[in-house]
């Protein structure tokens, strides 16, 4: 069983949130004062992208930990589905998104790649993927120069 399976989820993974479909206006001030209201925000982690045309920008999701399961829940109910500069929030248990790619690549079902979110994966299965596709990359490429010879 590979080992990003067994994880265990703890009090803090209880009352941090997914929160995704973010406007690119959506600061994170903003973020913080929608989702304040329903208790006391510990840690928020608005993500960016790092490299690239696009360095520096928000990349359209973010992580609000709330102190309790409790507020966590509520900010959920209230704030999923409302729009938020004119697009509608995605907003889940932080482990409910995990467990549903649990779920889709167990059952075979591929996550989906839009510009929104990836599938979570560890480091060693990043790179693990990486040199299989290479692999196959050379032997396509093996494969179509011994055609070529023919």
Partial sequence: MDKDNNIVFDEKSESRLYVGNLDLKITE???IKMFSPFGKIVFEDFLWHTRGPKRGSPRGYAF???STKEEAKRAKEKMHGKLACGRPLVV???REKYLMEMANKSSGIESSKSGNGTAQM???AKIAAIKNKLKAME???HDTKR???S
């Fill in 64 to 66: 609000v930990q709330f």
């Fill in 92 to 94: 889940r248990l932080a």
């Fill in 147 to 149: 055609q070529k010879q």
């Fill in 139 to 141: 032997e396509e490429d």
């Fill in 122 to 124: 560890s480091r060693s």
């Fill in 29 to 31: 001030a903003a973020l």
